[in-house]
């Protein structure tokens, strides 16, 4: 989740009221307050909801729902008469551009943190470590307009942020802090993407870094915004709620003409809910009129239709408003989870185990008899760790996370070989021999079944190792299995062997290979096995 820093005096300014009555109640519309210190507090709030990463975003919140300021915030925009071209060789480099002008920035040192700060984090939470989003912020007097996207070959040079001397892109990718961290979104395609204004003067080369020229300090008064990347509402939801937090600071929003449409709009959408069904999800009686008042708490735009209809107008800066029921959520919130009556179930019944997890605690019997200790992976990892590091294939059917805080937290896991790996990684200064294993749920195209592996390292970890521990597994578990030769990358060839059962692969057994060692930064050979449980008689079939 993300951690936000919240000074007191600037959120007392925005809030208008005092930061005790922050405090007490800032925990109840979903947030966590990590630390308290002299001028400032920390806070950590859902990845599901970007627009509370700056203080201007949790003023907003806090004025709703403490009856300062009710309904749905408003933010007129005007056009710029400013213009932003496309080069259409972006298509399928980086496709999608969002821009918008803020002029009348009144910035202190306060201020100017909170804008970095939301820059970054919207960097991880909706931009997926800047590969499906990545944002530039610009002091709009430095340049010149209307502004240009291009596909600019990697010789072109400019003077990149905290940097005095020029540089072309490709060093940049190679020399600059950010270029090394970012060089894997853009290194691959023959031209990488840059914004220029109309002097030909660099602005960004996205998603790595901004010119130096357009660095925006204490002194700049008015912005331009630029988002780029390769999912069209992801780019708009940022460029979305960093205008509507600049609104909130007093600045004045402006569009910009891009392929002859004005953005952004911050228009609201609308819903039209039930409240019989609210009612009976939350399990409380509300009324139109009832439900209303509480969504008008919440930021939100709201009136009775009839007797069991409410019209609600979504801010733009919800991104995470997809379905009725996360309205719903917000009613709760603002009714007070505290107030809702606890009850005990209608009904008793008896329970018994899933077959599932009969399969599973056999299995961790099975591991524990051979000695070796269980761990307990996080559901979400990376593509990098599940295929890149293993030099495995990527899956199709992999399941993304749409708000993701890290980049170590993208993907819900489909295979937990890798993140045993992981396990040793973090162990490497643990004595040896290390034998670990894992059972639990991986999901592959939204479909989630169960798997089970183990490792072993020390230097005398082989094939031979590898093939035994797996068969007694297998044999426990009363698997009738054969085996063949595999041609899974992630082994050494000649020493790796598929799981055969009726004629389909269910797992695979063998030792890692050297490169797969290196990326994983481990010293000792390692003997391994996977296999899926749904094997295993008696799984249950769904």
Same mark, same amino acid.
């Given at each position: 989740?993300?951690? *936000?820093?919240?000074?007191?005096?600037?959120?007392?300014?925005?809030?208008?009221?005092?930061?005790?009555? *922050?405090?007490?109640?800032?925990?109840?519309?979903?947030?966590?307050?990590?630390? *308290?210190?002299?001028?400032?507090?920390?806070?950590?709030?859902?990845?599901?909801?970007?627009?509370?990463?700056?203080?201007?975003?949790?003023?907003?919140?806090?004025?709703?729902?403490?009856?300062?300021?009710?309904?749905?915030?408003?933010?007129?925009?005007?056009?710029?008469?400013?213009?932003?071209?496309?080069?259409?060789?972006?298509?399928?480099?980086?496709?999608?551009?969002?821009?918008?002008?803020?002029?009348?920035?009144?910035?202190?040192?306060?201020?100017?943190?909170? @804008?970095?700060?939301?820059?970054?984090?919207?960097?991880?939470?909706?931009?997926?470590?800047?590969?499906?989003?990545?944002?530039?912020?610009?002091?709009?007097?430095?340049?010149?307009?209307?502004?240009?996207? *291009?596909?600019?070959?990697?010789?072109?040079?400019?003077? /990149?942020?905290?940097?005095? %001397?020029?540089?072309?892109?490709?060093?940049?990718?190679?020399?600059? /802090?950010?270029?090394?961290?970012?060089?894997?979104?853009?290194?691959?395609?023959?031209?990488?993407?840059? @914004?220029?204004?109309?002097?030909?003067?660099?602005?960004?080369?996205?998603?790595?870094?901004?010119?130096?020229?357009?660095?925006?300090?204490?002194?700049?008064?008015?912005?331009?915004?630029?988002?780029?990347?390769?999912?069209?509402?992801?780019?708009?939801?940022?460029?979305?709620?960093?205008?509507?937090?600049? +609104?909130?600071?007093? $600045?004045?929003?402006?569009?910009?003409?891009?392929?002859?449409?004005?953005?952004?709009?911050?228009? &609201?959408?609308?819903?039209?809910?039930?409240?019989?069904?609210?009612?009976?999800?939350?399990?409380?009686?509300?009324?139109?009129?009832?439900?209303?008042?509480?969504?008008?708490?919440?930021?939100?735009?709201?009136?009775?239709?009839?007797?069991?209809?409410?019209?609600?107008?979504?801010?733009?800066?919800?991104?995470?408003?997809?379905?009725?029921?996360?309205?719903?959520?917000?009613?709760?919130?603002?009714?007070?989870?505290?107030?809702?009556?606890?009850?005990?179930?209608?009904?008793?019944?008896?329970?018994? /185990?899933?077959?599932?997890?009969?399969?599973?605690?056999? +299995?961790?019997? $099975?591991?524990?008899?051979?000695?070796?200790?269980?761990?307990? &992976?996080?559901?979400?990892?990376?593509?990098?760790?599940?295929?890149?590091?293993?030099?495995?294939?990527?899956?199709?059917?992999?399941?993304?996370?749409?708000?993701?805080?890290?980049? %170590?937290?993208?993907?819900?896991?489909? %295979?937990?070989?890798?993140?045993?790996?992981?396990?040793?990684?973090?162990?490497?200064?643990?004595?040896?021999?290390?034998?670990?294993?894992?059972?639990?749920?991986?999901?592959?195209?939204?479909?989630?079944?169960?798997?089970?592996?183990?490792?072993?390292?020390?230097?005398? +970890?082989?094939?031979?190792?590898?093939?035994?521990?797996?068969?007694?597994?297998?044999?426990?578990?009363?698997v009738d299995y054969t085996v063949k030769e595999s041609a899974d990358p992630a082994f050494i060839e000649g020493r790796r062997g598929d799981i055969i059962v009726t004629g389909k692969k269910i797992g695979v057994f063998g030792e890692i290979h050297p +490169?797969?060692?290196?990326?994983?930064?481990?010293?000792?050979?390692?003997?391994?096995?996977?296999?899926?449980?749904?094997?295993?008689?008696?799984? &249950?079939?769904?």
């Amino acid at each position: 989740m993300a951690v *936000i820093t919240l000074p007191y005096k600037y959120l007392e300014r925005l809030t208008r009221t005092d930061r005790k009555t *922050i405090l007490d109640k800032v925990a109840l519309i979903g947030s966590d307050v990590e630390r *308290i210190e002299e001028d400032h507090a920390d806070v950590e709030f859902f990845p599901d909801r970007p627009d509370l990463f700056s203080p201007e975003g949790v003023a907003r919140a806090m004025r709703g729902y403490l009856g300062i300021e009710t309904g749905l915030p408003t933010y007129p925009v005007k056009p710029s008469g400013i213009k932003f071209t496309i080069d259409p060789q972006l298509a399928n480099i980086r496709p999608v551009l969002g821009a918008a002008v803020i002029r009348g920035v009144s910035f202190d040192d306060e201020s100017i943190q909170s @804008i970095m700060s939301l820059q970054e984090s919207l960097h991880w939470a909706v931009g997926r470590g800047r590969s499906k989003v990545a944002i530039g912020i610009h002091d709009m007097d430095t340049v010149r307009p209307p502004f240009h996207y *291009i596909a600019s070959r990697p010789s072109r040079g400019f003077i /990149p942020l905290d940097f005095k %001397e020029k540089m072309t892109m490709a060093e940049i990718l190679e020399k600059h /802090p950010k270029g090394r961290d970012y060089a894997k979104i853009v290194k691959d395609f023959p031209l990488y993407p840059l @914004i220029v204004d109309d002097d030909d003067h660099v602005l960004s080369f996205p998603p790595i870094i901004n010119g130096e020229r357009t660095r925006v300090t204490i002194d700049t008064k008015s912005i331009l915004l630029d988002t780029t990347g390769t999912d069209k509402r992801a780019v708009g939801v940022a460029v979305n709620i960093i205008c509507t937090a600049m +609104a909130e600071a007093g $600045a004045n929003i402006e569009s910009v003409e891009i392929g002859g449409v004005q953005t952004p709009t911050l228009a &609201p959408a609308e819903r039209t809910v039930s409240v019989m069904e609210c009612s009976r999800l939350l399990g409380i009686d509300l009324t139109a009129a009832t439900m209303a008042d509480l969504l008008r708490k919440m930021r939100f735009g709201a009136e009775p239709v009839g007797v069991g209809k409410v019209r609600a107008q979504v801010p733009c800066y919800r991104a995470d408003i997809m379905h009725d029921w996360d309205l719903f959520e917000d009613v709760a919130i603002a009714y007070g989870y505290d107030k809702i009556q606890d009850l005990p179930p209608k009904t008793f019944t008896v329970g018994k /185990p899933h077959p599932v997890q009969v399969n599973a605690v056999l +299995a961790r019997e $099975a591991f524990c008899g051979l000695g070796y200790l269980e761990v307990m &992976p996080f559901t979400l990892t990376s593509e990098d760790v599940l295929y890149k590091r293993m030099q495995r294939p990527g899956r199709p059917g992999v399941l993304h996370v749409m708000h993701p805080i890290s980049i %170590e937290n993208t993907v819900v896991r489909t %295979e937990l070989l890798p993140l045993l790996l992981e396990f040793l990684t973090l162990n490497r200064h643990r004595e040896l021999p290390q034998r670990l294993f894992t059972v639990g749920d991986v999901v592959d195209s939204c479909h989630t079944y169960q798997q089970a592996s183990g490792v072993s390292t020390h230097p005398e +970890a082989d094939f031979s190792e590898a093939y035994a521990s797996a068969d007694a597994v297998l044999h426990e578990l009363s698997v009738d299995y054969t085996v063949k030769e595999s041609a899974d990358p992630a082994f050494i060839e000649g020493r790796r062997g598929d799981i055969i059962v009726t004629g389909k692969k269910i797992g695979v057994f063998g030792e890692i290979h050297p +490169a797969v060692l290196t990326a994983f930064e481990l010293e000792h050979p390692v003997a391994v096995f996977e296999f899926d449980l749904r094997a295993v008689p008696g799984y &249950p079939v769904l």
